[in-house]
């Protein structure tokens, strides 16, 4: 018979497995290489996007290159060269490169092939925050009713952080090449890890093309380490007005520029590795007893 301490022993690290199971995760943060480095990434803030991202000890970033050219990511700066500490080589385009950090600091990259696009990798350990980001390709734009000229439009914003999100102020200004034509505001909760609609009403929408600036003003109210994922731009064309068929929306066309850097988890050290090791465990106490005859 197994003695008690060892049964109370393997009952202690099987919990202890458990436990780190369910609170231990790691998160894999992606930056886009954007296209249009030849033009220095404008009308974006940096041709890495987003230029710094925040991390915890033990998780992992990923740059994706969506640009027709390739890139690396380089320890260093373009005026000192490489530091060492990590270099992705050589990244054709629509491939990616990930890189774990284990260490808590601040790690400056650029590209050795361009010497402009730059970033920033800020490691620190793992603390409960919130972190906003607008989901890419989430922009809704319809009529609010057929006898007006209003238009709902809505698009979706992700709490990736381990903590709520509250009383967010989004803002969200509509312009054209010279005119400012709508400025508005509203207060929202965002609970961790969901993803909430973000709507705003444009009353008397007039026809015509403009530009779409959305704002979660989170950096001082949640947390949230990275005000460049705050930020988006989108473009919407209103056509005239006309006689609409019924039931049939008027067209409302729109492109979207949000990128944003999605967190997903990394597998850990999971319950069915725990449950092999007790096994093993239980194995070797009997084995230890009873004896192994050859």
């Not at 970033?119 to 809704?140: D, I, R, T, Y």
């Not at 209003?150 to 010279?178: E, R, W």
């Amino acid at each position: 018979m197994l003695r008690f301490s060892h049964l109370v022993c393997i009952v202690v690290i099987t919990i202890c497995c458990l436990i780190s199971s369910q609170n231990v995760q790691a998160y894999d943060t992606q930056v886009t290489i954007v296209n249009g480095t030849e033009n220095h990434c404008r009308p974006n803030l940096s041709c890495y996007n987003p230029f710094q991202v925040n991390v915890s000890v033990g998780d992992t970033v990923t740059w994706i290159n969506q640009d027709n050219r390739t890139h690396t990511v380089t320890t260093g700066t373009s005026n000192y060269g490489p530091q060492g500490i990590f270099d992705s080589g050589v990244i054709m385009p629509g491939k990616s490169f990930t890189q774990f950090f284990g260490t808590v600091g601040k790690y400056s990259y650029y590209d050795k092939t361009d010497m402009w696009p730059s970033g920033l990798v800020v490691v620190s350990k793992g603390f409960s925050h919130a972190e906003l980001s607008w989901v890419p390709n989430s922009l809704q734009v319809e009529k609010q009713n057929y006898t007006s000229n209003g238009i709902v439009i809505t698009k979706q914003i992700q709490n990736t952080g381990n903590a709520d999100a509250v009383s967010i102020i989004f803002t969200l200004k509509i312009k054209n090449q010279t005119s400012l034509f709508y400025n508005n505001l509203i207060k929202l909760d965002i609970p961790a890890k969901q993803i909430v609609p973000v709507t705003f009403v444009w009353a008397n929408a007039p026809s015509g093309q403009y530009q779409l600036f959305f704002d979660a003003n989170s950096a001082n109210n949640a947390g949230d380490m990275n005000a460049n994922d705050d930020r988006s731009l989108d473009l919407i064309s209103i056509p005239p007005p006309s006689t609409p068929v019924q039931n049939e929306p008027v067209p409302i066309i729109h492109q979207n520029f949000t990128i944003s850097d999605n967190t997903a988890s990394v597998p850990e050290f999971g319950a069915a590795s725990c449950l092999a090791l007790m096994v093993s465990l239980v194995s070797i106490v009997v084995l230890s007893k009873s004896g192994l005859k050859l």
